[in-house]
């Protein structure tokens, strides 16, 4: 009867260590990361320039090629309508054909003359030099207009120069210059603006370096945001750290998570559930 009570008392306590048990052994391949933007990128401009335009705003959202910084181009501008209007200037480039044409004909005849003794061979040098010199300066005369459409596309360089673009699909996080401002390429001074990429999001996990022969790129796993956000969502993994942490005795792992309606920001805790481990 006593042995009997005995094992009534125990009973919950050994359910509850079995379901402890149980508990533990269902979150073996489940670790805390955080969900982060595949990248970031300060936007700064390659030249000493005033800023004429922002066309973006912190927490707007920028497409690939647009233009989200413009500087003042007035100066660059001139500079490329004038090599413009030079590089279609033929008229020196005619000039010198029409003067060839003439001195060909002129020291043809006077080599007809000379082969018939009607000339001096003086005469016929004089037109063949004549020739030659009129050949360069029309040369010269292509290769000017040839260096003014150079320079216009220098110029224009110059202009394409300062509109910024967007290098990727993303959101603004920070903007630390605005227009009227004097902007320069340093690192020292904040970047115009600073973007985000959050299609595909980045989730970084740190695993015991036990799990390091385990895992392999392209495994599959599911990230479970936190609160208030819910869901469970497919990941993939993408890096996998070559070296691990001695003093942690950990490795970093990344995977990617797709994220293409923009519904999960970056920065949040998750749980990372790697069922494809093996136990």
Same mark, same amino acid.
């Given at each position: 009867?006593?042995?009997?009570?005995?094992?009534?008392?125990?009973?919950?306590?050994?359910?509850?260590?079995?379901?402890?048990?149980?508990?533990?052994?269902?979150?073996?391949?489940?670790?805390?990361?955080?969900?982060?933007?595949? #990248?970031?990128?300060?936007?700064?401009?390659?030249?000493?320039?005033?800023?004429?335009?922002?066309?973006? $705003?912190?927490?707007?959202? @920028?497409?690939?090629?647009?233009?989200? @910084?413009?500087?003042?181009?007035?100066?660059? *501008?001139?500079?490329?309508?004038?090599?413009?209007?030079?590089?279609?200037?033929?008229?020196?480039?005619?000039?010198?054909?029409?003067?060839?044409?003439?001195?060909?004909?002129?020291?043809?005849?006077?080599?007809?003359?000379?082969?018939?003794?009607?000339?001096?061979?003086?005469?016929?040098?004089?037109?063949?030099?004549?020739? *030659?010199?009129?050949?360069?300066?029309?040369?010269?005369?292509?290769?000017?207009?040839?260096?003014?459409?150079?320079?216009?596309?220098?110029?224009? $360089?110059?202009?394409? #120069?300062? #509109?910024?673009?967007?290098?990727?699909?993303? @959101?603004?996080?920070? #903007?630390? %210059?605005?227009?009227?401002?004097?902007?320069?390429?340093?690192?020292?001074?904040?970047?115009?603006? *600073?973007?985000? %990429?959050?299609?595909?999001?980045?989730?970084?996990?740190?695993?015991?370096?036990?799990?390091?022969?385990?895992?392999?790129?392209?495994?599959? +796993?599911?990230?479970?945001?936190?609160?208030?956000?819910?869901?469970?969502?497919?990941?993939?993994?993408?890096?996998?750290?070559?070296?691990?942490?001695?003093?942690?005795?950990?490795? *970093?792992?990344?995977?990617?998570?797709?994220? +293409?309606?923009?519904?999960?920001?970056?920065?949040?805790? $998750?749980?990372?559930?790697?069922?494809?481990?093996?136990?």
């Amino acid at each position: 009867m006593n042995h009997r009570s005995s094992y009534r008392r125990a009973l919950p306590a050994l359910l509850l260590a079995l379901l402890a048990d149980a508990h533990a052994a269902g979150r073996a391949n489940e670790f805390d990361g955080l969900i982060e933007p595949s #990248q970031t990128i300060d936007i700064r401009s390659p030249v000493v320039g005033l800023i004429s335009q922002v066309n973006a $705003a912190r927490g707007g959202v @920028v497409k690939k090629g647009a233009v989200i @910084v413009s500087l003042d181009t007035s100066v660059e *501008r001139s500079a490329a309508e004038l090599a413009r209007y030079k590089s279609t200037m033929d008229g020196a480039v005619k000039a010198g054909d029409s003067r060839v044409q003439y001195a060909e004909r002129k020291f043809k005849r006077r080599a007809e003359l000379a082969e018939k003794n009607y000339g001096t061979a003086q005469e016929r040098e004089d037109a063949e030099v004549e020739q *030659r010199i009129a050949q360069a300066d029309a040369q010269s005369a292509r290769e000017n207009r040839q260096l003014a459409r150079l320079e216009l596309d220098y110029a224009s $360089a110059q202009v394409n #120069q300062r #509109q910024l673009r967007s290098p990727i699909d993303g @959101v603004v996080i920070e #903007q630390g %210059q605005y227009p009227g401002e004097m902007t320069e390429p340093s690192d020292g001074k904040k970047p115009i603006l *600073r973007l985000a %990429q959050i299609n595909p999001l980045r989730v970084s996990v740190l695993l015991p370096a036990a799990l390091y022969p385990k895992l392999k790129l392209g495994m599959k +796993a599911e990230v479970l945001p936190e609160k208030p956000l819910d869901g469970r969502y497919p990941v993939t993994v993408t890096m996998i750290d070559k070296i691990i942490d001695a003093a942690s005795g950990t490795f *970093r792992v990344h995977l990617l998570l797709p994220n +293409a309606n923009g519904a999960l920001p970056g920065g949040l805790k $998750a749980r990372v559930v790697f069922s494809e481990l093996p136990q």
